[in-house]
């Protein structure tokens, strides 16, 4: 994959990135948060997801078109899954 531009930013209700990414042989590609794929009713191909920005996954269960010109299909096991980042609890916190 090669990114060659790219409008992404952090949603404020997931903490997860999403916006769209030009990628070479796919073009324009969408990037999706946690909450886009929680309302999605079906997932467009190709799309990709991203935690921090900077690194993205093609996302599970879409197909992308590669270097060579052939399209391959991402299986749901293969790529990071998304977390809510703004609920998770820090190690530091203690319970009382």
Not at 16 to 37: F, P, S
């Amino acid at each position: 994959m090669k990114i060659l531009e790219k409008n992404v930013y952090s949603c404020d209700c997931c903490g997860n990135y999403r916006g769209i990414v030009k990628e070479k042989m796919n073009d324009i590609v969408h990037v999706y948060c946690l909450c886009d794929l929680n309302h999605l009713k079906s997932i467009p191909s190709p799309c990709m997801i991203s935690k921090d920005g900077v690194t993205f996954y093609w996302k599970p269960i879409s197909e992308y078109k590669n270097e060579g010109g052939a399209w391959v299909h991402v299986a749901h096991f293969a790529g990071p899954i998304l977390e809510n980042k703004n609920t998770k609890i820090s190690k530091d916190t203690k319970k009382t």
